[in-house]
């Protein structure tokens, strides 16, 4: 199998430097089950090739494998031929110096974005051509893919997982290199080493630029982790408090300031679900709802305090509530786990009785996402029709908005509001709440507390009188 990476950097000899191999030098790698060649097919100023021919040992494949009964598999398998797990290694063995951005000879290139054109023959791909460009096209690459016949002889065999991928973009060569060593076994869904806890470790390390802000993290993270169930969980962790998933996080992107304090502190929507979470806990409660759960993020902190004995996650969407068991493995927990928590597709706006006689209810981040004038069908679902002991509820604060530099004035946090608060606003309608259903209210808030504007996020804990 091939990689090729090509540069029409100017001069594009410069990628000999920040590679760390002579471009008239033919070098060879030794790896576990063979061997990996680097060479340079072309090396001039306009244009610069550098290739990485991966030649695997099938008998070692094989060697040291736990085989007392023969089996055809390890003998007839695609692994020498394709690209996987093996291209990550050969790479970063290969490569090393590139990928952990030194260059010796000219540092200054290491930042530099390079016009790079890749090719990869022949990636196996389980999750075809609509798996490659999720995967890649969030980072930027144009793609052209080929797909190759499962037998050119009898097309009508149709289509192999095989496929020609050529990738291009204008980027930094150790991010190209990190995005390669990562998503290159992802594609091909297999691992040929025993995937440990050091596993995360490399992924964080290869992906920290990058994977807490790709839409496909999960499945990447899934993946490279060969669905390890509790190595995934660790990732998951890990990037959770990395993400960054709410309104604020995007709109701050650009500010390399912003960024760089933000790597250093909890993400804001996860100091609200912590925030609603440790309140729950608090509150000795046994059987929570969270309303308008979305992707299941609370869930999973509940699900891992058994003083949790019944949790009941409710969304209107049933893709959310997909993600959802997605998150929770919920096909895979044991069965203890299993029955302590249910998902179910509803309407905040209609009475349900699947509601009623719980202790407590979350709604984070939910109200502003219903028009106002079905604020009071909820309102009579939620206080007047289940009436939990307690509920818990997180808004934005619409005074904090001007703190975000590119949120145009008047708009909202995010695409689905229909509407933000200020706090004068969110108290009237607490008020509100605790006149007509006879619930006290204690108001809280959820980051910094700005001087002027208050804090980002406003929330209540509302306790019922009787
Ligand atoms: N509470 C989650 C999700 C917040 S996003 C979290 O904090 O991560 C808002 C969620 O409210 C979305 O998942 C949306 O589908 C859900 N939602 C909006 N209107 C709803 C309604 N009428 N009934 C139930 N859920 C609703």
């Not at 979305?294 to 999973?300: A, S």
């Not at 209609?350 to 719980?358: A, E, H, P, T, V």
């Amino acid at each position: 199998m091939l990689l090729t990476i090509t540069t029409t950097h100017s001069p594009a000899t410069d990628l000999g430097y920040l590679l760390y191999k002579h471009p008239q030098k033919l070098q060879s790698v030794d790896l576990a089950v063979g061997k990996a060649h680097i060479f340079y097919p072309e090396a001039t100023e306009e244009r610069c090739t550098v290739a990485l021919l991966l030649d695997i040992d099938p008998i070692e494949l094989i060697r040291g494998k736990a085989n007392d009964s023969f089996a055809l598999s390890h003998y007839v398998n695609d692994r020498p031929y394709v690209a996987s797990s093996f291209m990550s290694v050969a790479l970063a063995t290969g490569f090393s110096t590139a990928m952990n951005g030194t260059c010796r000879d000219k540092p200054e290139l290491v930042d530099v974005k390079f016009p790079l054109e890749v090719t990869l023959a022949v990636a196996s791909v389980r999750g075809g051509e609509t798996l490659i460009r999720r995967l890649f096209e969030p980072l930027g690459y144009t793609l052209e893919l080929e797909n190759y016949l499962l037998d050119a002889t009898v097309p009508e065999w149709g289509d192999s997982k095989y496929f020609l991928l050529k990738l291009q973009h204008t980027l930094r060569l150790k991010d190209l290199l990190s995005h390669l060593y990562v998503l290159m076994p992802v594609l091909d869904n297999d691992k040929h080493y025993f995937v440990n806890k050091q596993e995360i470790e490399k992924l964080m390390d290869k992906g920290k630029d990058w994977l807490s802000a790709h839409p496909e993290k999960e499945l990447i993270t899934k993946r490279y982790l060969k669905n390890i169930h509790h190595l995934t969980r660790q990732a998951f962790e890990v990037l959770m408090r990395e993400e960054l998933p709410d309104e604020e996080e995007e709109m701050e992107e650009e500010n390399e300031v912003v960024k760089v304090v933000k790597q250093k502190r909890v993400s804001l929507h996860y100091q609200r679900l912590q925030t609603v979470f440790e309140k729950l806990v608090a509150s000795n409660s046994k059987r929570v709802l969270d309303l308008g759960c979305g992707e299941g993020k609370l869930l999973q902190l509940l699900l891992r305090e058994n003083q949790f004995e019944e949790i009941l996650g409710m969304d209107v969407s049933h893709r959310s509530l997909e993600i959802a068991a997605e998150r929770l493995r919920f096909d895979r927990l044991p069965a203890h786990v299993r029955q302590r928590i249910s998902l179910i597709q509803g309407s905040l706006t209609y009475k349900d009785k699947r509601l009623q006689g719980f202790d407590a209810a979350a709604l984070v981040e939910v109200i502003e996402h219903l028009d106002l004038n079905r604020l009071q069908a909820l309102e009579q679902s939620v206080f007047g029709f289940a009436r939990p002991k307690l509920v818990l509820l997180t808004t934005p604060n619409a005074e904090y908005n001007q703190k975000y530099e590119t949120l145009i004035e008047g708009k909202f946090r995010h695409e689905d509001h229909r509407f933000e608060w200020t706090r004068t606003e969110f108290e009237t309608w607490t008020q509100h709440i605790t006149d007509v259903f006879g619930y006290e209210a204690e108001l809280f808030t959820v980051g910094e507390v700005d001087e002027q504007v208050g804090a980002s996020s406003q929330g209540v804990v509302f306790k019922r009188k009787v």
